[in-house]
């Protein structure tokens, strides 16, 4: 199942640098294992805001559940997730 993920960060600006430095450090370990995986096919940033779009693909809404759950910036996001199909009109034999 595809899915277009938005996640918008908000670190606090309260934050000591040295643990929201930590916090990103492990996120970005995470994404790339999840993308060596496949399972998080795509990650663009959003210009001028600390965002991103992502693309997952993954076996239930509750693998995705779960996978966003698991980042470590998650206390911190705001996420809005939309399900994707395959459109009838594409020219392309997969969704790669």
Known sequence: M???VRMDVNIPLDMPIDK???????EKAYS??????????????ITGQYSNISIF???SNEELHNILQGL???PYMNIEV???NRHP????????
């Open 20 to 26: 929201a430095s930590e916090i990103k450090a492990v």
């Open 32 to 45: 790339h294992d999840l993308q060596r995986q496949g399972k998080w096919r795509h990650i663009w940033r």
């Open 72 to 74: 470590p910036l998650y």
């Open 82 to 84: 939309m399900p994707l």
């Open 2 to 4: 595809l899915f277009q």
């Open 89 to 96: 009109s594409s020219i392309h034999e997969d969704d790669r």
């Open 57 to 59: 693909d993954v076996e």
